[in-house]
């Protein structure tokens, strides 16, 4: 399967815990994207990465959460003192920018803060 | 702002066409029309996106409005594994997809 894979599927962590998550990308795909999804509403954006460059982050995206690209492949979000607030699902997604900007998406972790 | 609005929920009788709208009245000259679907607890599966003509791949099609404020997207055939929630988005180079609540589809036998 070449589509975009994320790891863990599912975190269960207590409130304050770090946490944190990893997007592989579809192969030679030059942009990544992540997402937050709570239940009953769609994505919502909250950063994104052309090679290992992030070029955007939404104000959703708080001093709590950081994510990385180091070497333009995989990608990793942290969240740091969880609050449970943050149990959503994260989704990953990756384009390939002469590709009129198609987004694949990955499975999603499911996070659940206690 | 979701930047397209879509019916909340549709019904739709297996081996029917499933007809679903979007209105996207704000859309610019340069942004694509997207959408996705989402099968519960998965991620969302692209489906199919367009610019102003009428699209068709081998899960769906596109039909866009002439002045491009409106689409449709068609499933000729809906199966039970259609039922899901569908998005309509739209985006250009170097813009992120803003996502709405969608359409929950349901199949019905």
């Known amino acids: 399967d070449t589509g975009v894979s994320q790891d863990p599927r599912h975190k269960i962590t207590k409130r304050g815990q770090n946490v944190t998550f990893r997007c592989d990308p579809i192969?030679?795909?030059?942009?990544l994207y992540w997402y937050r999804q709570t239940l009953g509403q769609g994505p919502e954006f909250l950063t994104y990465?052309?090679?290992?460059?992030?070029?955007?982050k939404s104000r959703l995206l708080s001093d709590r959460f950081s994510a990385e690209r180091p070497k333009g492949s995989f990608s990793t979000l942290e969240i740091q003192r969880t609050e449970q607030g943050d149990s959503a699902m994260y989704l990953c997604?990756?384009?390939?920018?002469?590709?009129?900007?198609?987004?694949?998406f990955g499975p999603g972790t499911r996070l659940l803060v206690l | 702002d979701a930047k397209t609005t879509q019916p909340t929920s549709m019904d739709c009788a297996e081996g029917r066409a499933a007809n679903l709208p979007c209105n996207h009245s704000?859309?610019?000259?340069?942004?694509?029309v997207y959408w996705y679907r989402q099968i519960h607890s998965q991620g969302p599966q692209y489906i199919i996106h367009?610019?102003?003509n009428n699209e068709t791949n081998e899960m769906a099609s596109l039909i866009i409005t002439e002045d491009r404020k409106s689409s449709t997207l068609i499933l000729p055939h809906a199966t039970l594994r259609d039922t899901a929630v569908y998005y309509c988005?739209?985006?250009?180079?170097?813009?992120?997809?803003?996502f709405g609540p969608g359409t929950r589809l349901s199949v019905l036998p």
């Open positions: 367009g610019l102003k």
């Open positions: 990465f052309q090679n290992e460059a992030q070029l955007e």
């Open positions: 988005t739209r985006g250009s180079y170097g813009q992120n997809f803003v």
């Open positions: 192969s030679e795909h030059n942009r």
């Open positions: 997604a990756s384009s390939l920018i002469r590709d009129q900007e198609t987004q694949y």
């Open positions: 704000t859309i610019s000259g340069n942004e694509y």
